[in-house]
């Protein structure tokens, strides 16, 4: 978290071994597990007679679950960072929805349906109501059947879950996304395509909407 955050910035030196791992109260197995954690996930890089490097954010990968849940506990995410990942879940999630419709069994329509229910049922400010949500995008990504796609769906996944936490911040949403959730689900449903489409694009939208108030605060 601190550095995503930008306390420790690119281009610093971690601690050596032995001071980090004592400053931090954990073993050195630990320490050397942790550093080699971050290193896979591209915030750092380790090289001999130089140590423990933080890494340019561009080499950061961003769509790690992880990577992106301490950006947002870290504190404040830029705005910037919170409109890219809405431009992120507009050229993926709109296009997921279309192959949906046209590729969807009657196994996924269930599921999805479960999720609608779910959130409806517990709304997005509750823990439940947004693992629903998240159980929703999911869905409709894995009905694709497209394997490359699959993989984008914790990433995509934990976009959602982050940026509903984040539009929440500082009070309860003035406005019940169920309505854009289940417009979706009927053009999977009825599978129509284009129709699919427009309606993830629309709730995608509308979702930065309600966020805006915050980017801006």
Known sequence: MAIVSGAIKPGEILGNEIESSEQLQVSRSA????VRMLAAKGLVESR????????????????DPEVLAWFFEAGAPSPAFVRDLFELRMVVEPAAAALA???RT???LARMRRALLEMEKHGVANEDGRTADREFHDAVIEATYNAPLVSLASSIGAAV????????????LARDPMPEHWRVFDAIAAGGAEPARAAMRDLVAQALEDTRPEIER
Do not use: C, M
């Not at 320490?31 to 942790?34: D, G, I, P, Q």
């Not at 879950?161 to 309860?172: S, Y």
């Open 31 to 34: 320490y050397r597990e942790a």
């Open 48 to 63: 001999p007679k130089t140590g423990t490097q933080v890494s340019p954010q561009r080499r950061w990968n961003l769509l």
């Open 101 to 103: 419709a046209e590729r």
């Open 106 to 108: 009657p196994e996924d």
């Open 161 to 172: 879950r982050w940026t509903t936490i984040f539009k929440q911040r500082h009070g309860p």
